[in-house]
């Protein structure tokens, strides 16, 4: 008996589910939904959201500090290589040089986007000692391939070994010119200080937003400051004894960049002491600013 019960139920239970099949229209029936599917201004997003994600884990770790691998994703069919390339700004896209990249044949494949240059000697020195010379003339040539370039670098990153190797050397002689669209420039020493020449940028930045000198001697920088009103994020960290550049000189070199937000000066070494009687301080005002980092040794 209880099994004709159990029989019983069901069939009506199956009998229910075709009843309730047949009422729901076709039009309301769940369909898999492909991303071949997806409309373009919904793709465009997900590139946005992505690129957006991957920029702020560079910011904040610092790993590599390279752009988005946009590359890849124009790769996968026509249709995202169109929608990708119909917003390079929105998306940020940018080609990503450094000494070992063929930049001259990427410089020919792609569109024009802006650079950014990475000179990294933050791996095994031993490595350097062992490059055969034509290693060297081809990583002196992609480099210089995108300063050519000067209206197209928009960002700068050099890490620097103790001491400066010729490839550095020869990378500074070719940045001795201005760059009008660098936004963004960094210097980071790697064991002890480097002393940057004086003729770097020949002096001048006009649309810098952000300089990082990690360990650098830069006697010039008043200088370059004075071109870079717009300059958003100033970073002086580990400023070492020598290049020494007065309290007065700086504050009126701080006092000309009123769009000024963060501002970092961390001493290495004690600063020189003067024999002399300090004048009486100038105030001034930074109107943007947000954040100030001051660290000195005793």
């Known amino acids: 008996m209880d099994d004709l019960s159990i029989g019983s139920n ?12 047949q009422q729901v229209p076709k039009d309301q029936v769940f369909q898999r939904t492909t991303i071949g599917s997806l409309p373009d201004n919904v793709l465009i997003e997900i590139f946005d959201f992505y690129q957006v994600v991957i920029n702020e884990k560079v910011l904040y770790t610092e790993v590599n ?7 890849k994703l124009v790769h996968v069919c026509r249709r995202w290589r169109y929608i990708i ?5 929105r998306l940020n896209l940018q080609l990503f040089c450094t000494e070992k990249s063929p930049v001259r044949k990427l410089l020919d494949i792609w569109p024009p986007f802006p650079l950014v240059i990475q000179l990294n000697h933050n791996y095994s020195y031993l490595y350097w000692l062992w490059k055969r010379p034509e290693d060297c003339i081809d990583s002196t040539d992609n480099l210089v391939a995108a300063l050519e370039h000067r209206d197209r670098v928009r960002k700068i990153q050099v890490y620097i070994p103790h001491p400066p190797d010729r490839l550095c050397k020869q990378f500074f002689t070719a940045m001795e010119v201005s760059l009008p669209a660098l936004r963004s420039l960094s ?4 064991g002890e200080t480097t002393l940057l020449p004086d003729t770097l940028l020949n002096g001048s930045a006009p649309c810098l937003r952000d300089l990082t000198l990690s360990e650098i001697s ?9 071109s870079t009103s717009d300059l958003k994020s100033l970073n002086l960290d580990d400023i070492p004894g020598y290049g020494y550049i007065s309290p007065e000189t700086m504050a009126a070199s701080l006092s000309a960049l009123p769009k000024l937000e963060c501002l970092i000066i961390n001493f290495k070494y004690k600063t020189p002491r003067l024999n ?13 600013l947000t954040r100030l980092e001051f660290k000195a040794c005793l």
Request: proline fraction near 14%.
């Open 218 to 226: 830069f006697p010039s920088l008043p200088l370059l400051l004075s």
């Open 10 to 21: 069901s069939k009506n239970i199956i009998a229910l589910q075709q009843k309730e099949s």
């Open 65 to 71: 500090e390279r752009p988005w691998d946009w590359e």
């Open 276 to 288: 002399r009687a300090l004048p009486v301080p100038t105030r001034f005002v930074l109107p943007a």
């Open 187 to 190: 210097f980071r020493s790697i």
């Open 85 to 89: 390339f119909e917003s390079p700004i």
